[in-house]
T-cell receptor, first 116, second 115 residues
Framework: AQSVAQPEDQVNVAEGNPLTVKCTYS??????LFWYVQYPNRGLQFLLK??????LVKGSYGFEAEFNKSQTSFHLKKPSALVSDSALYFC??????????????FGTGTRLLVSP | DSGVTQTPKHLITATGQRVTLRCSPR?????VYWYQQSLDQGLQFLIQ???????AKGNILERFSAQQFPDLHSELNLSSLELGDSALYFC??????????????FGEGSRLTVL
C-alpha cells in the first residue's frame, strides 16, 4: 500500500529563517505526491504536487518541494518563513485503486510554528 | 474558497442518534470523497463516489453510509453515534478522471460532537 511518513510532529522556526517540513514516501510504481496546509478550523488547502518532471516543484504562498527519488523524500521548503505560515501541514500520496480511480493517503501532519 | 460546500459546519448530538452531513462539490467535479479527521487517527479516507456510483471504500464503519445524488451532491449518514465518532468530517472533490493524478479540493468540514 502507498504511504507517506512525516517524522516530525512539530517544527519551530523563527520568522525570516528558511523552513523545511519533512516527508518520506513508500510506493509501488511512480509516486504522485502532494502537500496540503490546514489553518485552524479550516479545510485543507492544496499547496503543490509532484507528478513528473523537475525535482523542484513550486507551489502557492512561496512554498516549494524537492522530490528525491534516491532518498524517497518530498520535503516542503520555504526560503523565508512568515508568522502567517504557522499551520498544520500534510504530505499525501496518490493511491491508485483497482477501480482505476484514485484516493489520497495522508501523513500524520506536522505542525509548523513560526515565531516573530 | 475551494468551491466545495459542506453543511452543517458544527453539529452537537447525543449518543445513539443519527446525523446527515451534506456536501456540494466544485462545479464540474464528478468525484466526491469523504474523510474523517480525529486527533488519534489523523485523516482517514472513508468513501469515494464518482458520478453517482461508489468507487472506493476505506475505513468506513457499517454504521456509516453515503450516497451521491444525480445533481452530484453527496450525503454522509452517521447512525447509532458513539462518543468516538466525534471528529471533523471533510468532503473533497476532484474531476475524478480515472488514472488522472489530480489534486483534491476540500470543504471547510463539519465538526461533529457526540455527547
Amino acid at each position: 500500500a502507498q504511504s507517506v511518513a512525516q517524522p516530525e510532529d512539530q517544527v519551530n522556526v523563527a520568522e525570516g529563517n528558511p523552513l523545511t517540513v519533512k516527508c518520506t514516501y513508500s510506493v509501488s510504481g511512480n509516486p504522485y505526491l502532494f502537500w496540503y496546509v490546514q489553518y485552524p478550523n479550516r479545510g485543507l488547502q492544496f499547496l503543490l504536487k509532484y507528478i513528473t518532471g523537475d525535482n523542484l516543484v513550486k507551489g502557492s504562498y512561496g512554498f516549494e518541494a524537492e522530490f528525491n527519488k534516491s532518498q524517497t523524500s518530498f520535503h516542503l521548503k520555504k526560503p523565508s518563513a512568515l508568522v502567517s505560515d504557522s499551520a498544520l501541514y500534510f504530505c499525501a500520496v496518490r493511491d491508485l485503486l483497482n477501480t482505476g480511480f484514485q484516493k489520497l493517503v495522508f501523513g500524520t501532519g506536522t505542525r509548523l510554528l513560526v515565531s516573530p | 474558497d475551494s468551491g466545495v460546500t459542506q453543511t452543517p459546519k458544527h453539529l452537537i448530538t447525543a449518543t445513539g442518534q443519527r446525523v446527515t452531513l451534506r456536501c456540494s462539490p466544485r462545479s464540474g467535479d464528478l468525484s466526491v470523497y469523504w474523510y474523517q479527521q480525529s486527533l488519534d487517527q489523523g485523516l482517514q479516507f472513508l468513501i469515494q463516489y464518482y458520478n453517482g456510483e461508489e468507487r472506493a471504500k476505506g475505513n468506513i464503519l457499517e454504521r456509516f453510509s453515503a450516497q451521491q445524488f444525480p445533481d452530484l451532491h453527496s450525503e454522509l449518514n452517521l447512525s447509532s453515534l458513539e462518543l468516538g465518532d466525534s471528529a471533523l468530517y471533510f468532503c473533497a472533490s476532484s474531476v475524478g478522471l480515472a488514472g488522472a493524478p489530480g489534486e483534491l479540493f476540500f470543504g471547510e468540514g463539519s465538526r461533529l460532537t457526540v455527547l
